[in-house]
T-cell receptor
Framework: DAKTTQPPSMDCAEGRAANLPCNHSTISGNEYVYWYRQIHSQGPQYIIHGLKNNETNEMASLIITEDRKSSTLILPHATLRDTAVYYCIVRVAYTGTASKLTFGTGTRLQVTL | SAVISQKPSRDICQRGTSLTIQCQVDSQVTMMFWYRQQPGQSLTLIATANQGSEATYESGFVIDKFPISRPNLTFSTLTVSNMSPEDSSIYLC????????????FGPGTRLTVL
């Protein structure tokens, strides 16, 4: 799987949008971008994924650049409960042993009042 | 989504002993994964467990140290053998969802401290 680069930490004021960047310059054509987050003392939680089009769900939006070498996860109205470590992962999206997740160091997002 | 439970949630063990961690899923799944998260670190995959076959271990992890059982499609165990303080970590199991998303669902983890 391709490697990703994320800033180690970010701060965001509650109610504002949190924009978390991720670089994946060696991503292959059949690899998707997945985002997970890990709230303290819990297991990671799936947020969203995409291939090349922008995606939105009830939790977040994912913006992928046209060359697919980077992406941004957007939490439109961050709350204190969004304080967590956010992981950007690239991998092929089919079942089997290749579906294992390779976690990088992630971005620690701190949402403040 | 899959609901995953793990037992125990935490334990404190003595050096040289072994601990078996259980992972129970509320639905049948083909593949289960075991991860380790050392203090302050990210998650590292230990092995992938398919029902009815030997687990597949990642580089740096061996069956003698981390034997895994997968007796049916809803259950798996990971044993941490002959423990040392370096084994102090959170151990998490995960399963793959049955949607086209291929997302993984994680258990709450087992926090292990070895003295």
């Amino acid at each position: 799987d391709a490697k990703t680069t994320q800033p180690p930490s970010m701060d965001c004021a509650e109610g504002r949008a949190a924009n978390l960047p991720c670089n994946h310059s060696t991503i292959s054509g059949n690899e998707y971008v997945y985002w997970y987050r890990q709230i303290h003392s819990q297991g990671p939680q799936y947020i969203i994924h995409g291939l090349k089009n922008n995606e939105t769900n009830e939790m977040a939006s994912l913006i992928i650049t046209e060359d697919r070498k980077s992406s941004t996860l957007i939490l439109p109205h961050a709350t204190l409960r969004d304080t967590a470590v956010y992981y950007c992962i690239v991998r092929v999206a089919y079942t089997g042993t290749a579906s294992k997740l390779t976690f990088g160091t992630g971005t620690r997002l701190q949402v403040t009042l | 989504s899959a609901v995953i439970s793990q037992k125990p949630s935490r334990d404190i063990c003595q050096r040289g002993t072994s601990l078996t961690i259980q992972c129970q899923v509320d639905s049948q799944v083909t593949m289960m994964f075991w991860y380790r998260q050392q203090p302050g670190q990210s998650l590292t995959l230990i092995a992938t467990a398919n029902q009815g076959s030997e687990a597949t271990y990642e580089s740096g992890f061996v069956i003698d140290k981390f034997p895994i059982s997968r007796p049916n499609l809803t259950f798996s165990t990971l044993t941490v053998s002959n423990m040392s303080p370096e084994d102090s970590s959170i151990y998490l199991c995960s399963v793959e969802g049955d949607t086209s998303y291929n997302e993984q669902f994680f258990g709450p983890g087992t926090r292990l401290t070895v003295l």
